[in-house]
């Protein structure tokens, strides 16, 4: 890339400004001086310094959405060898972790990434980030239970926020319920509190991002636009 877009993309000046210090001599690139601004550098290879100070490239990050299938644990390694998120990671990448949880037996839309700072404020209770599943249900819901559901039920670790739920068809068992706190099993813990036992539960959205047509088992990385919206849900910039 450009000299002085990279100095822009390290966040040290505006495009313009980098260029004023390009034209001053005071950028050297592999220890000569450039004034050239069409120099082009490789930010992992080249040395850039500034003032005679070394100028790193921004790091950058990798997020994945993960369909997670039935059976498989939310985790990255298991004593008892069984079948874990990290089987389903693409091979060679970088180490990434898990942002929130699924159940083994809930299936849906998982995100991963190296991005400490996102996966940390995506799953802290103050920024309250919605997680929508799709849920089938024993039995047919009355709407006294979805309004139990709608006014916040109490469970045995304390009381659950109030749940955005809609019935997806009339007499049906299937329902969409979308929470913004994490307790441990709590779709299926609230729905249980109702007097119904979850047979299917589905992820289908985690703040900004979407399971969409992902099918089980199946990684996709993220688009710029994606990560972008999903740090400014959690004001990241």
């Known amino acids: 890339m450009r000299l002085n877009r990279?100095?822009?993309?390290?966040?040290?000046?505006?495009?313009?400004?980098?260029?004023?210090?390009?034209?001053?001599?005071?950028?050297?690139v592999n220890g000569l001086v450039t004034t050239d601004l069409s120099t082009i550098v490789?930010?992992?290879r080249d040395e850039i310094e500034v003032d005679g100070r070394p100028v790193r490239?921004?790091?950058?990050?990798?997020?994945?959405a993960l369909h997670k299938p039935p059976g498989v644990l939310t985790t990255m390694s298991d004593p008892h060898g069984r079948s874990t998120v990290r089987d389903l990671l693409p091979p060679g990448g970088p180490r990434l972790f898990p942002v929130g949880r699924l159940d083994a037996d809930s299936e849906g839309?998982?995100?991963?990434?190296?991005?400490?700072?996102?996966?940390?404020?995506?799953?802290?209770?103050?920024?309250?980030?919605?997680?929508?599943?799709?849920?089938?249900?024993?039995?047919?819901p009355s709407e006294r239970a979805l309004d139990r559901l709608r006014e916040g039920v109490v469970l045995e670790d304390g009381p659950a926020?109030?749940?955005?739920?809609?019935?997806?068809?009339?007499?049906?068992?299937?329902?969409?319920?979308?929470?913004?706190?994490?307790?441990?099993?709590?779709?299926?813990?609230m729905l249980e509190s109702v007097g119904h036992q979850v047979t299917r539960l589905v992820?289908?959205?985690?703040?900004?991002?979407?399971?969409?047509?992902?099918?089980?088992?199946?990684t996709r990385a993220l688009s710029a636009a994606e990560a972008a919206d999903l740090k400014k849900l959690v004001r990241l910039g």
């Open 203 to 218: 992820r289908i959205r985690f703040g900004t991002l979407s399971l969409g047509d992902l099918a089980p088992g199946e």
């Open 6 to 28: 990279f100095l822009a993309l390290c966040g040290l000046a505006s495009r313009r400004a980098a260029e004023l210090w390009i034209v001053e001599g005071r950028v050297r």
């Open 109 to 140: 839309l998982l995100l991963f990434t190296d991005d400490g700072r996102l996966g940390f404020r995506l799953t802290h209770p103050r920024y309250q980030v919605p997680r929508t599943y799709r849920v089938t249900v024993d039995g047919r």
């Open 161 to 189: 926020a109030p749940a955005d739920v809609t019935l997806l068809s009339p007499g049906g068992s299937e329902l969409e319920i979308t929470l913004r706190e994490g307790k441990k099993r709590e779709v299926r813990r």
């Open 57 to 64: 490239p921004p790091r950058v990050f990798t997020y994945l």
């Open 42 to 44: 490789e930010p992992r």
